[in-house]
């Protein structure tokens, strides 16, 4: 089976992922432990103070900013979030120079296939690929994606937990749809086959984008509204709408989304969204690192497909929310 998951803010944490870790969810051996194939790295780079699911300031005073001082990120990333962006990708080029047969990033659908192979072959090396969490690192260029697409980042979140240049945040100040700017980013990322993420973006902004696009894109770290009613998991009728544009609904594994973060409390989650959009179109987005608070790590990913049997799963289903519905998008929008 390949196991590929949606979401971790690993890289943002002061932690050499190449050994195992006692603190946090994700590094490379319990990646390995847990027969991971593929791992999205998703870069934080503003977070608002007093962060919260439902209204956060766009000018609140910034936790990233201490944090980086705090972890004596280089100066030019105290008061950049392009050059924070640029920073956490560099970490995970440093651990792939470092163990190469352990990580590789993923940076074309050729890398992805070769990969699959080594591990069909053998190999327990894990597929490393970058993603920012929030359009923020452009800091209103459109040509800054070119910088960040050349170090690797290859998904793209419209926002995190304010609205920002590109549109409204699902944890703003109102569900404003995308700005103009957004469009622009919504359509060149369509345009550079780059994978679209709207996890923390308004009801509008995913309505938008649906408008405008004929792309699969992806929830990377959610829940299902009918099963967990929390603000932070969208409308069921929106998540149906997601589903049949191609896209994924991406599983969290905490339980501000789940209601329930012990492995069978995930599977039911898994389970109502199956139900809700088919078995096609749900994944994992497990929000690992991300300072939430889970019932198990990535490790211990045999717990969850334990229980996704015991709550009647067929293999065939399990295979594909494990990894094969992220390896569908991934194959569709990757070069």
Known sequence: MVIGDWHADSLLWKRNLLKRGTRGQVDIPRLQEGNVAVQMFTAVTK?????????????ASDNITLLAMGQLWPLRTWDSLFERALYQAEKLHRFQAKAPDDLKIIRS????????????????????LLG?????????RLENLDALV?????????????????????HGEGNHGLTDFGRQVVREVSARKLVLDVAHSSPQ??????????????????????HCKAKR?????????????????AIGFWADVTCDD?????????????????????????????????????SELPALTHELLAAGLSEVQIRKVMGENMLRVLRDRLE
């Open 150 to 170: 050349d170090a690797g980042y290859r998904m793209v979140a419209l926002q995190h937990f304010f609205d920002n240049a590109l549109g409204g945040s699902l």
């Open 262 to 298: 012990s492995p069978a409390g995930v599977a039911a989650t898994i389970k109502a969204a199956i139900d809700l959009v088919g078995e096609d179109h749900v994944s994992l987005g497990s929000d690992f690192d991300g300072s939430v608070t889970t019932g198990f790590d990535t």
């Open 109 to 128: 659908k050729a890398d992805l296939q070769e990969l699959l192979d080594r591990r069909a072959n053998g190999e327990n090396i894990v597929g490393g």
């Open 205 to 226: 902004v995913a309505r938008d984008v649906l408008e405008i696009t004929d792309i699969p894109f992806v929830v990377s770290h959610t829940g299902i509204y009918s």
């Open 47 to 59: 977070s608002p103070a007093r962060q919260n699911y439902g209204a956060n300031s766009a000018d």
């Open 132 to 140: 920012i969490e929030g359009g923020h690192p452009l800091e209103g």
């Open 233 to 249: 998991n969208y409308p069921d009728d929106l998540m149906r709408a997601i589903a049949r544009s191609g896209g994924v609904i």
